[in-house]
């Protein structure tokens, strides 16, 4: 349903068309050079600027306060305590 409705003022063809030039202008990277994309998003360049850069250090900042409550409250208040290590492991 939600596909349908995202592309729903689109042909099949526009969006083939978008995914093709997406693949070749890129950066289309493998799952294995995710270094390489975090290495640019922490570089002075417009690819690193603060806009691109905030969204992962929130997640960050999350991720380190969710496993200091765990670690020393032995559980996050409101959350089961076996999702939540299986989160904060993930």
Known sequence: LVLIVIFSDQTWQAVLEATRIRTAIGPSMSWFMEPNR???????????SLAR?????????????????????????GAGLGPSRRLIGT
């Open 38 to 48: 975090y290495q640019a998003l922490f570089s002075p360049t417009p690819n690193g």
């Open 53 to 77: 850069r905030f969204p992962v250090l929130l997640l960050l900042l999350c991720l380190g306060t969710c496993l200091v409550v765990l670690l020393r409250r032995g559980g996050i208040p």
